[in-house]
């Protein structure tokens, strides 16, 4: 699910496909946020279950603001090898049911 997602149509294909992966079942619990001029960091766990297992990873979130808009966004793994492998699996079990890897190689 990594990559560079430009403009608003291809970010939220980006959501999409990561809502797809999970099967509709991802949770994102927020801890902490961080505000200072137009930068925002978010710290944030998301959770998904697989196979009767609660898979969770860390992220930070680091955004610009335009205004009241978000002109930029890094969503950033605490723990990147943790996280490639839970998607990874969400991807191999979205191949088996629904012939779709949602895009994750």
Do not use: C
């Amino acid at each position: 699910i990594a990559g560079d997602h430009r403009g608003r149509d291809a970010v939220m294909r980006y959501f999409e496909r990561r809502r797809r992966l999970a099967g509709g079942r991802m949770t994102i619990v927020e801890h902490a946020q961080l505000a200072k001029g137009d930068t925002v960091v978010r710290l944030a766990d998301g959770e998904v279950e697989l196979d009767g297992e609660r898979l969770r990873w860390r992220t930070a979130g680091v955004y610009r603001l335009a205004g009241t808009n978000i002109a930029e966004a890094w969503l950033v793994p605490l723990d990147l090898a943790a996280f490639e492998e839970i998607w990874h699996r969400l991807a191999r079990r979205s191949q088996r049911e629904l012939g779709d890897d949602g895009g994750v190689v």
